[in-house]
């Protein structure tokens, strides 16, 4: 069933959202271990999941069992890991190199590799690894930031066909700087069983407005296509960000 309005959760500050958020990544990774059932968590990069990760270790290092875990990204900027531009990259200072993760729950995208044989091999490898629903692979948790100009993931606004394709993942095009990505579509993304959206900032704020209402440009968003089909969608936003809601 279609989740018909997102939720919307607005806190004070970012480092309010993000302790909430990583409450939520806590509180979920204890249901899915006294469930028997490990965790598939495609999580996303740029800025704003730094200060995720780090209210993950503060509050969570010893508490969350990191091996009933496994760590997917919704995209990859196509460099070396070792790039300051990497997604994995960061992730892996801001939080794996900080929690005891076995390296196998770790399924970063080779962002070194050739773009289209590296979608094609993360693709068998999501293939491999995570879990049908409605006869495609379906991520426990996807979480997902928002750029300013409405993109999610690496689908961008002029590359709204990632939203529909039957792939897992695509190469893309970041529009201003050309940088090629690995991402994963939005069928796949919507076929997640829960997606978070974490949005801080108030450059976010009017974009993020003509999403949520739906306004007549927001058409132009990827942002706006997220809507998975048989699971929850909410939005973890601090004031700012929400400040034109
Ligand atoms: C990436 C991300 C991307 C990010 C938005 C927001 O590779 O850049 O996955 O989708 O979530 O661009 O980025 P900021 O958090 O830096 O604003």
């Known amino acids: 069933m279609t989740s018909i309005n997102p939720e919307i959760k607005i ?3 970012a480092e309010d959202t993000a302790e909430n958020l990583a409450e939520l990544f806590f509180k979920k990774s204890e249901n899915y271990y006294r469930s028997k059932k490990k965790l598939y968590a495609a999580i996303s990069g740029g800025n704003t999941p730094q200060i995720f990760f780090n209210k993950l270790v503060e509050k969570y ?10 760590f997917f ?16 990259g960061m992730t892996k200072r801001n939080l794996l190199d900080k929690i005891q993760i076995p390296a196998e729950n770790i399924f970063r995208i080779q962002g070194e590799n050739d773009p289209l044989k590296e979608a094609v091999r993360y693709s068998s490898v999501i293939k491999k690894h995570v879990a049908e629903r409605n006869n495609l692979p379906s991520f426990d948790l996807t979480i997902l930031g928002m750029g300013s100009d409405g993109h999610t993931a690496s689908i961008f606004p002029d590359q709204l ?7 897992i993942c695509e190469t893309a095009i970041h529009p201003q700087s050309f940088q090629k990505r690995i991402t994963l579509t939005g069928t796949i993304i919507n076929n997640s069983s ?16 003509d999403i949520l209402h739906v306004s007549e440009n927001s058409k132009l968003f990827p942002a ?22």
């Open 11 to 13: 806190f004070s500050t």
């Open 73 to 88: 990204w919704a995209d990859e900027r196509c460099v070396a890991p070792t790039d300051n531009d990497s997604n994995y």
């Open 194 to 209: 829960q997606i978070v959206f974490f949005v801080t900032g108030e450059n976010k704020s009017k974009i993020l407005a």
């Open 161 to 167: 066909h990632l939203l529909k394709s039957n792939k």
């Open 224 to 245: 706006l296509y997220i809507k998975p089909v048989d699971g929850s969608l909410s939005w973890y936003l601090d004031k700012d960000a929400a400040s034109n809601l």
């Open 61 to 70: 290092k010893e508490k969350i069992r990191w091996n009933n875990i496994c």
